[in-house]
């Protein structure tokens, strides 16, 4: 303290007490920014950590998917037949008229956050209801991405703790088709999907990718099928189709159906894309999900925000 006080002193005398003062103030201000910086570097690592918990704890992530082959056998042998939906019945709706995500048709953000960001809760600029159109937006604060994801099925019905009825949909052999506009050329690090996904039960859940798009691939039209054990390790099979047509930034219906057969047909514009004949684990009922996400490998790469758009959800049942 006296060497302290000797040297505050002497400082006084050289400089004067205006110069001195100046110092004094540079360095508690250099002070509040580390420490500041500090505090927010923890919260970040407090982020990826969570971030990284929930993507390894919850099965769905695709940046997780490498633990299996499931003997399947993706087909184009039908590829450009015509879906006739107009000869089905409609039996869900979601056609985003009402500035509602927490039911009775639509949730968010039921899912656990993947990719490299998280998923916010209604009312932040992740989601938008506007003129019957949806918009799920992919942006950063405070240095970390932050999206939205909305499913029909709340946290129980996923979850297999609850039955669905007013609230929620989901459907077996059902026709799902969504309505989106993806973005126009490449924009890298969007990660976007329609998907289905069945209730977890005592063996697991079972998940069917409609579609997913990459931007950094803007003419890949990526589908899939995997099977997430409770006990054991994943197993899923990809498929690959080059569409040009996906890089135009218009309006698409993409669409998946599965008979009772358990033949799975992918769809864009009700136009077939690939089938698949799936094993017995993929006959239940399934709910329907929209994601934005933002892809691990491109998150530093992208011109924010990153936007999809979606004009409705809907399913069918016959012909």
């Not at 297999?160 to 059902?174: I, N, Q, T, V």
């Not at 969007?190 to 579609?211: C, K, M, R």
């Amino acid at each position: 303290m006296r060497v302290a006080a000797v040297w505050l002193l002497a400082g006084m005398q050289r400089m004067g007490m205006v110069g001195f003062k100046s110092i004094l103030i540079a360095q508690s201000k250099r002070s509040c920014v580390q420490r500041r910086l500090r505090s927010e570097t923890s919260r970040l690592r407090s982020v990826a950590a969570f971030a990284a918990m929930s993507a390894i704890s919850v099965s769905y992530p695709t940046i997780l998917r490498a633990a299996g082959s499931l003997n399947v056998k993706w087909d184009q042998s039908s590829a450009g037949a015509s879906l006739d939906v107009d000869a089905m019945r409609l039996i869900f709706s979601e056609e985003f008229d009402e500035d509602s995500l927490n039911g009775p048709k639509m949730f968010a953000p039921v899912h656990a956050p993947y990719g490299a960001g998280l998923f916010d809760q209604p009312g932040s600029r992740s989601y938008q209801i506007h003129d019957g159109l949806l918009t799920l937006r992919a942006f950063r604060r405070d240095g970390v991405w932050h999206s939205g994801s909305v499913q029909s099925a709340n946290a129980a019905q996923s979850a297999g703790k609850a039955s669905f009825g007013k609230r929620g949909f989901a459907c077996r052999s059902c026709y799902f088709e969504a309505r989106l506009r993806l973005p126009k050329g490449a924009e890298p690090g969007f990660w976007g999907a329609f998907w289905l996904l069945s209730p977890q039960g005592n063996d697991g859940h079972t998940e069917i990718d409609v579609i997913e798009w990459y931007g950094g691939d803007p003419k890949g039209h990526h589908q899939g099928v995997h099977v997430w054990p409770r006990d054991r390790a994943h197993s899923g099979q990809s498929n690959y189709r080059g569409i040009p047509a996906l890089q135009d930034g218009e309006w698409h219906t993409y669409g998946a159906q599965m008979t009772s057969d358990l033949i799975l047909h992918i769809y864009m514009d009700r136009q077939e894309i690939s089938k698949v004949v799936l094993p017995p684990q993929f006959s239940a009922d399934y709910y329907a999900l929209l994601t934005l996400a933002v892809l691990p490998k491109e998150a530093s790469t992208p011109q924010e925000p990153l936007m999809m758009n979606a004009d409705y959800v809907r399913a069918y049942v016959g012909p």
